[in-house]
């Protein structure tokens, strides 16, 4: 009697790191065609072919799988706004070339950052996720904003913290409008003229660098 054959690799279980992947993948996909709010566990399970068990062995809650995603873009913004933050360019053109990434940024994670801006209101933990994840954003322009004498000159004794958060949330907002497809900021052009314009314009006023 012939002894049953070893399973072959194909044959196996997938690794734990490729079923985390795949519900973070399948949620993602889903995220492009549905509100995060009408999107049930289930949903994703049957996206990403994996058993209940699996998914809550890795993810309490659907919201810990959004909040994997949110990390994940944020990452990429902080990417973006480095050569302004980083000091690596001219002041004007590196907050165009910023403003740029991060539009680039919300097309490509339309569906994770909707979700996260339509959904922290209404719950705590995606609130305080967002809420640090901005706060991320609010603290590193503040401190760019602190080594840039001619900005500084320029604020007086505005709080230099509540100008970066206000123009932290401004860009939030026109971005979701943007991903929302809402004139006139559906217009990529319109939307970094316009965000870049108001960075620059509360910063240095007429006597904005040339870029």
């Known amino acids: 009697m012939s002894r049953p054959r070893s399973p072959r690799r194909s044959d196996a ?7 985390r992947a795949r519900i ?12 995060f709010d009408t999107l049930s566990v289930a949903d994703i399970l049957t996206a990403a072919e994996v058993s209940r068990a699996s998914f809550y062995f890795y993810f309490p809650s659907k919201q810990a799988v959004l909040g994997e995603l949110v990390r994940e873009a944020v990452a990429q913004g902080q990417q973006a706004a480095q050569p302004w933050i980083g ?3 001219e002041p004007v053109a590196a907050l165009r070339s910023g403003v ?8 490509d994670n339309a569906g994770v950052l909707m979700a996260i ?3 922290w209101g209404s719950d705590a933990d995606l609130r305080a996720l967002w809420l640090a994840q901005m706060d991320l954003f609010t603290d590193a322009a503040a401190a ?3 080594a840039d004498p001619r900005a500084l000159e320029r604020l007086g004794d505005v709080d230099v913290r509540a100008v970066a958060a206000s123009l932290t949330w401004l860009g939030e907002r026109l ?4 991903a929302s497809g809402v004139p006139p900021f559906d217009d990529e052009q319109v939307l970094v003229d316009t965000l870049t314009k108001a960075w620059t314009s509360l910063l240095y006023g007429d006597d904005a660098p040339s870029s």
Not at 100 to 107: F, P, V, Y
Request: aromatic share 8%.
């Open 87 to 89: 000091q690596e360019q």
């Open 144 to 146: 760019r904003i602190q």
């Open 13 to 19: 279980a997938p690794a734990s790191a490729d079923l």
């Open 175 to 178: 971005y979701y409008l943007a």
């Open 100 to 107: 740029s990434d991060g539009a680039r940024l919300w097309r």
């Open 24 to 35: 973070l993948t399948a949620t993602r996909d889903l995220l492009e065609r549905h509100r």
């Open 117 to 119: 801006v339509e959904s």
